[in-house]
């Protein structure tokens, strides 16, 4: 698979919102990252990026998490 740039994890992450509230849920998550990375890495890799991005500690990504969240996902997916 070819690595995605910072940008575009930043957009799969967007697209994967798919209730439209601006916050990523564990679900959303996991969806994304399936398209991102193995999926059977995926339950692992919720777990990872919930914890390095979450600041707020309320189990979701919110727009001011998100280039936190891009950031840690290109590091691990390189």
Request: aromatic content about 6%.
């Amino acid at each position: 698979m070819k690595r995605k740039n910072e940008k575009q994890i930043l957009q799969v992450f967007q697209g994967s919102n798919l209730n439209e509230d601006h916050l990523l849920n564990a679900g959303e998550l996991k969806r994304a990252f399936s398209q991102l990375d193995k999926p059977q890495l995926s339950s692992f890799r919720v777990n990872q990026a919930l914890r390095k991005a979450d600041r707020n500690g309320d189990k979701s990504i919110d727009s001011k998490e998100l280039p936190d969240l891009a950031k840690f996902t290109s590091s691990i997916l390189r």
